[in-house]
């Protein structure tokens, strides 16, 4: 008798074997990242939970301040705490602001022809050792720190060549420019970012300014019946801090001004503060000595070399340059500083974020 056997297809065994080795790798790939990413969550979940809940009071209350100025982060607040709780840590730590307005007696803008009267004025000029305007752009560049912060303060000289830079158009779906590109729009050769604009969630566009809005002399947002915190310079290159209205500002010769606040000193008086006045996050202000010279600051946050900076922290480094008036402006992801081609103090996302306005400072005549 003559037994005929099938003969095994052994190509087709092979690319068997193969593909429930590739399904058993994904299998084993995807329960190892379910498993990982499962650890990972409840690992966050009870660290938050001791963050809002444990036995520290302080840090539970810097966290909690710190997460709701954040576009995002303030769900992390909410899962643990009640809104009745938030609200007593918030007012617990908050800014009392001086409620007055920028009286331009109290300073002195000086002729900056030539650096003579800012060596002349050293005393005045800064609190620091390093030599004043080494390269004689105008410009110096000073290193801060604090015990959770780090950053950069700039001074400019000469207030007449700080202006507001902004966007041709405003809408909500059109995106705004990052801060290299509104320095480079204008020509100029440094600048931070500017005011208030949407960005519900932190998905805005950067195409819509809140508040006001001057540059060179002309309202560009705003109503001017409403009143609003308004920071700026007058066409006599003195900086405005306060509340007034739209309207009352341009009535002063209001020329490049943005909205956000809190204004951190006033007239040579400082904001009072409880607590520490705010979170730990990323921060800008800008303010003015009673030479005139504009301070331009930025402080980094949200990296393990630097949690960001509180507002008492802000008027704290304000005072020690000589501020007689400074404000807050818009802070978190927008935070940046540029200066010579170069993002000195990039945003805490190492990205570009897109924004309708900037404080820029032009190029002097003779770097043309």
Not at 111 to 132: H, R, T
Not at 202 to 219: I, N, Q, R, Y
Not at 256 to 274: E, Q
Not at 305 to 330: K, P, Q, R, Y
């Amino acid at each position: 008798m003559c037994y005929i056997f099938p003969m095994k297809n052994n190509k087709n065994s092979k690319s068997n074997r193969i593909l429930k080795s590739i399904g058993l790798f994904f299998g084993r790939f995807f329960i190892w990242l379910f498993s990982t990413l499962l650890v990972l969550l409840v690992g966050l979940y009870i660290f938050f939970y001791f963050v809002n809940k444990g036995p520290s009071a302080r840090i539970r209350d810097l966290f909690v301040a710190s997460a709701k100025e954040s576009s995002v982060g303030g769900v992390l607040a909410d899962i643990y705490l009640s809104q009745s709780e938030i609200d007593a840590i918030l007012a617990k730590n908050k800014i009392v602001e001086v409620d007055e307005i920028t009286d331009t007696s109290l300073v002195t803008v000086l002729s900056l022809k030539n650096n003579e009267e800012i060596l002349d004025n050293q005393e005045i000029a800064i609190n620091s050792d390093e030599e004043i305007d080494p390269d004689g752009d105008g410009i110096d560049v000073f290193e801060v720190h604090g015990d959770t912060y780090r950053g950069k303060m700039m001074v400019v000289y000469d207030p007449s060549r700080v202006k507001v830079a902004t966007i041709n158009t405003y809408d909500l779906d059109a995106p705004g420019l990052s801060l290299k590109q509104l320095v480079e729009k204008y020509d100029c050769v440094a600048g931070i970012n500017g005011g208030k604009y949407d960005d519900e969630l932190g998905t805005g566009s950067g195409g819509m300014p809140e508040g006001v809005v001057f540059s060179e002399g002309v309202l560009r947002f705003g109503d001017p019946s409403t009143s609003y915190e308004i920071y700026g310079f007058t066409k006599d290159d003195i900086l405005i801090v306060g509340h007034m209205t739209a309207g009352y500002a341009s009535s002063i010769g209001m020329r490049d001004a943005v909205s956000f606040g809190p204004t951190l000193i006033v007239n040579g008086k400082s904001a009072n503060y409880s607590g520490s006045g705010s979170g730990l996050n990323p921060r800008s202000a800008i303010g003015q000595r009673a030479d005139g010279a504009v301070l331009l600051l930025v402080v980094e946050g949200r990296q393990p070399s630097s949690l960001g900076a509180t507002m008492g922290d802000l008027i704290t480094i304000m005072e020690e340059f000589g501020a007689v008036n400074a404000a807050n402006l818009d802070g978190g992801m927008s935070s940046s500083m540029y200066y010579n081609g170069e993002d000195i103090v990039p945003s805490c996302t190492r990205g570009y974020r897109a924004m309708p306005t900037a404080f820029v400072v032009e190029r002097r005549d003779s770097d043309e």
